[in-house]
């Protein structure tokens, strides 16, 4: 195998290469019952058969099962669900016309704007077939067009569960002739998020069913695990799962990189910056005249990317400087157009974007893939990778490490990635503070009835009581009622973590700069903090978290600030448990309650500690789902001494939330951590990992039922970092309330080996 020649120039940095084959296809015939000029429509571009999987999923559908196909990227799953959906508008065409409310109808779901107008523009120009977007940028006059008239209509969970829902009569006609629901790239429907979106489509069927309908439900994604349970928790409904890519694949180079350690600050080792790493191999294969996209996880990290690679190729071939570019989300359509075609001629050879481009937008004509850091799972940097080779050329995908337990695990360890099933997708319908809202929600929308509680899970009639109780339903002879004149739909922002978003206001002008979570407000825009918004330094002058306004102005600084936050984990009910010799493995519902208690100031350029300062804020208090461990305490002292085993703890907590990802579908920010040497309701040793949203988000279940491997994974990553006592490879956090104090690398060690020594898988 000869390796890229950009890639042969950083040799010294690349910790594991693996070649992959291409692949040959599985072709079959159109099924008979694809009306001709559908199977014409798609034979003009190139479709005139079938890959094996494609085939599959229609007959599943033809027999009306719902079908989630998950299979590679580019492999023609969008042909499924268009050619399903657009037979069921021509089988549909001769049913009662009766006010048009039967007419055939299809809606496709994405869970952004930007994917539901990219798969608008990609829709096969067919007789009668008459589709629009409907989303938050839509006018009036455009809504009421696709209300009226659209018989394919694309949207986001979003705009369902806010405006179509809610006001299900004015969109009547497309709801009683709904044949097909298309649900692309499903696998993002996870945590939070996930478990609104089950429950949307639970109150979708629930009016389909009220107007007749019965739509079959087409899933997407190239990367979801376990992808029949995932699709039926997410549908509630029994769903068919499509599998085995029977699509031709070009050959692909993946490479892991790891950057190398640099001088110490404070003690603690730095690895160089993966983002500095990323544009040196950028401008290499830039120079090569290879087409290539970097992801990188932020909006400012693309765009610093890009100037720092056309800086350093103004210096040694300036005429290739002006063909590296970005791409983020809010491009307009004609923006994205002109970079998509540049990139088709071969003009443009750069590209440094976020995850806009992760989702199946359609990018053609790229040689190699970067991602600058894990994406966060699994399935996301294949889908990543997935960008490249296209067109049927060998392709090469890197995934560059950032300073990170996850990271350093992966390219340590890239069997976890190479040989491993993509993560499951991870979420929870039955948390009562998501599934509250949306049974009030339904109760607006028709009244409910015990009929209805089957649909919303077992938790579904503890949940209508307690909003009876609360007042909020009223129960009449045919079930119960919504009682206010407010929009139910208005109690769950189905994206947020929960509470109003703090406004950052400009103090001088009044200006809106930004807005940051409720959560995380405290710890980002107390007073005396240094915001940074597009690059731009902001000193927080006033903060008022009953407001939730935070007072900013401009300011040239060279300091950071790091919030202090104490916290304490109370144990409310434990659900599930395991003994594992002297250690105990629990899940179950505890009470999280936090208080950011100061700031630290850091020289910007060193890193090194230059003030502290205190704060007053309100205790916050958050309920949620948490997975612990413990260690009998005679135990834990014959291990070291007493004072060295909190540092010990610590580094075990720290290293374990960093590496909890790569078995559930959150990030690192998703969760949060506690450790003690002696807990009060355990009487021991104990570590939490819990879930940072209301009620949980199933993560820290995943973790309890994954705790033997977890554990396993989280030693090696300690023991495998070549620091010597701790570093942000392994067991330092970027958000550590304690400023990382105390941690104790080699402890952390010795603690899991005694947990995992008696474990049982």
């Known amino acids: 195998m000869q390796l890229h020649p950009a890639l042969a120039r950083h040799s010294e940095r690349l910790v594991h290469i693996q070649h992959h084959p291409a692949v040959e296809p599985v072709v079959e015939p159109w099924p008979e019952w694809i009306d001709p000029e559908v199977r014409e429509l798609f034979a003009a571009e190139g479709a005139d058969v079938l890959w094996g999987h494609q085939a599959e999923a229609l007959a599943a559908l033809h027999d009306r099962r719902h079908v989630v196909v998950a299979t590679g990227t580019a492999s ?36 952004t704007k930007a994917l539901a107008a990219d798969q608008l523009r990609r829709l096969p120009v067919a007789a009668g077939l008459r589709p629009a977007t409907v989303d938050g940028d839509n006018s009036r006059e455009q809504r009421a067009w696709a209300r009226d008239h659209a018989n394919w209509v694309l949207a986001n969970p979003d705009i369902l569960h806010r405006t179509i829902l809610p006001t299900h009569e004015r969109w009547a006609r497309l709801l009683a002739g709904l044949r097909v629901v298309v649900i692309d790239e499903c696998h993002h429907y996870r945590g ?58 070009a050959a692909r180079t993946v490479a892991f990189w790891q950057p190398p350690l640099r001088a110490s600050r404070e003690g603690v080792e730095f690895r160089r910056a993966a983002g500095s790493e ?26 610093q990317l890009a100037m720092t690679t056309r800086r350093a190729l103004a210096e040694v071939h300036p005429e290739l400087a002006d063909r590296v570019a970005t791409y983020r989300g809010g491009y307009l359509p004609e923006e994205r157009r002109e970079l998509e075609s540049r990139l088709r001629s071969g003009d443009l050879l ?35 990778w997935g ?15 950032r300073d990170d337990p996850l990271d350093s695990f992966l390219v340590n360890h890239p069997e976890a990635v190479l040989g491993a099933p993509v993560e499951a997708t991870v979420f929870d319908p039955e948390n009562p ?29 503890e949940g209508v009581a307690a909003l009876e109780a609360a007042g909020m339903l009223r129960r009449r002879a045919s079930g119960w009622f919504w009682t206010s004149r407010e929009r139910a739909a208005d109690l769950a922002d189905i994206r947020s973590a929960g509470g109003h978003p703090v406004q950052i206001v400009e103090g001088s002008t009044g200006r809106l700069v930004g807005t940051v979570d409720a959560g995380s ?50 144990i409310v009910e434990q659900r599930r448990e395991v003994q594992w010799g002297p250690a105990t493995v629990a899940f179950g519902d505890v ?18 500690i230059i003030g502290e300062e205190p704060l007053d804020l309100p205790e916050r208090t958050l309920p949620t789902a948490a997975v612990w461990w413990t260690l009998d305490t005679d135990v834990a002292l014959g291990l070291m001494d007493p004072e060295a085993l909190p540092g010990a703890a610590h580094a075990a907590e720290h290293a374990a939330i960093g590496i909890l990802p790569l078995l559930a579908t959150c990030d690192r920010w998703d969760i949060g951590g506690l450790s003690t040497a002696h807990h009060p309701d355990t009487g021991r040793l104990t570590v939490f990992v819990h879930d940072g949203h209301r009620g949980g988000a199933g993560f820290a279940e995943r973790g309890y039922e994954q705790m033997a491997a977890w554990l396993r994974m989280t030693r090696q990553t300690i023991s495998d970092c070549t620091c010597r006592d701790g570093c942000p490879s392994c067991v330092v956090s970027p958000k550590c309330g304690n400023g990382n104090h105390p941690l104790d690398k080699a402890g952390a060690v010795v603690l899991l080996d005694a947990v995992l020594g008696s474990c049982v898988d």
């Open 192 to 249: 939070v998020f996930g478990a609104h979106v089950a429950l949307i489509l639970r109150r979708l069927r629930r009016i389909c069913q009220h107007y007749g309908a019965d739509p079959l439900f087409v899933l997407s994604s190239a990367t979801v695990a376990e992808p029949a349970a995932s699709a039926e928790r997410l549908l509630g409904a029994p769903v068919t799962a499509v599998t085995e890519d029977a699509s031709p694949h």
């Open 278 to 303: 990323a544009a040196d191999l950028l401008t290499d294969l830039v120079v090569d005249g290879t087409r290539t996209l970097v992801f990188v996880r932020s909006r400012r990290g693309a765009e």
């Open 433 to 461: 503070y998501v599934l509250g809202p949306h049974l009030a929600a339904a109760a607006q929308e028709l009244p409910l009835t015990e009929a209805d509680f089957d649909r919303f899970g077992p938790r579904a009639g």
């Open 350 to 384: 750069g590209l440094a974007s976020t995850n806009a481009l992760e989702l199946g937008i359609d990018v053609a004509g790229l040689d190699a893939v970067v991602s600058v850091g894990f994406p966060g799972t699994r399935a996301a940097l294949w889908q990543q």
């Open 591 to 608: 009470e999280v309650v936090s208080q950011v208690v100061g700031y630290q100031i850091r020289d910007r350029s060193t890193g090194r």
């Open 76 to 111: 023609g799953k969008s042909l499924v669900y268009q050619a399903a959906a657009l037979q069921a508008l021509r089988d549909g065409r001769g049913g009662s016309s009766l006010s048009g409310a039967r007419r055939p109808s299809v809606l496709y779901l994405a869970p």
């Open 387 to 401: 960008r490249a080779g296209r067109a049927g050329v060998d392709s090469i995908g890197v995934m560059i490490a």
């Open 521 to 570: 407000a405290d710890a980002e825009v107390h007073e005396g903090a240094i915001y940074v918004h597009r690059g731009e330094d902001h000193l927080v002058e006033a903060y008022d978290p009953e407001q939730g306004t935070a007072v900013v102005r401009r300011a040239e600084v060279h300091h950071t600030t790091s919030a202090r936050t104490a916290t304490a984990v109370t």
